[in-house]
């Protein structure tokens, strides 16, 4: 039977990746993007699915959207930006727009599709985080601040809408070569340092945060609910291997 799952920001970088790993896992695919001709050359492209042009910021554009899609087993809360710059610089705009499509778009989307699960027997739900949540880069302005809210927000959710039949748990990547960290990675030199910082010696693919989303999505973690799970290649755990000893 086809599961029908919503993937937010799913036109482009990562939220393509994972939508196009979807569709081969047998589910229909609703894209929420504003890049709407991207978005429609991906679901094109996978053969199942539609698109709809959705700042996620926008509840009543949010509510309209699953309202239209129907039945959902499966949100991915992936649409995010970021502003890069030190916090001290960041204007009132670039503060607005990050918590607004980070934040406020991650909790109209799981709380409406929330809504429609609780009435259909259940679901599942995950959240992007990010290692900025557990420990912050400089100059990623508003960014980290937003993701330890989601880290924070996955819990409340798995607390309340699990005895509802919702799972719901959080992705947090770290240094992934894709989406809106692939600019970083096209100087050789930073390339080269921040893989030598991962303790598994290279940079995450998208590919590895799709195998994460799979996973959670699946039968096989049924009991794992209110989780984060780091994709990072032990980047947060390493603190003390970059400190030299006295």
């Not at 509840?59 to 499966?74: P, Y």
């Not at 195998?211 to 603190?239: C, K, P, R, W």
Request: include cysteine.
């Amino acid at each position: 039977m086809t599961q029908r799952a919503i993937v937010t920001g799913g036109g482009q970088g990562i939220g393509a990746e994972i939508a196009r790993a979807l569709a081969k896992a047998n589910y229909w695919v609703g894209v929420l993007d504003q890049n709407v001709s991207a978005a429609e050359a991906l679901v094109s492209e996978i053969g199942v699915g539609e698109v709809l042009a959705v700042d996620v910021s926008d509840r009543e554009a949010v509510a309209d959207a699953i309202q239209a899609f129907g039945v959902i087993d499966l949100l991915v809360n992936n649409a995010g930006i970021v502003r890069f710059g030190p916090l001290l610089d960041q204007s009132a705009e670039d503060i607005a727009s990050v918590i607004g499509v980070n934040l406020i778009g991650t909790i109209n989307c799981a709380q409406l599709a929330a809504q429609t699960m609780s009435t259909q027997g259940g679901g599942v739900i995950i959240n992007m985080s990010s290692v900025n949540a557990v420990h912050p880069a400089p100059n990623v302005g508003i960014y980290a601040a937003t993701k330890a809210a989601i880290t924070s927000l996955t819990q409340l959710q798995a607390l309340e809408w699990g005895p509802l039949g919702i799972r719901v748990n959080a992705v947090a990547p770290g240094f992934i070569d894709a989406g809106m960290s692939a600019p970083i990675f096209l100087d050789d030199k930073v390339r080269e340092k921040r893989s030598g910082g991962v303790p598994l010696r290279r940079l995450g693919t998208a590919e590895d945060v799709v195998q994460a989303i799979l996973f959670l999505a699946s039968d096989a973690a049924s009991y794992i609910h209110g989780h984060e799970l780091v994709v990072d290649g032990g980047v947060i755990q390493s603190v003390l291997a970059h400190l030299p000893r006295a």
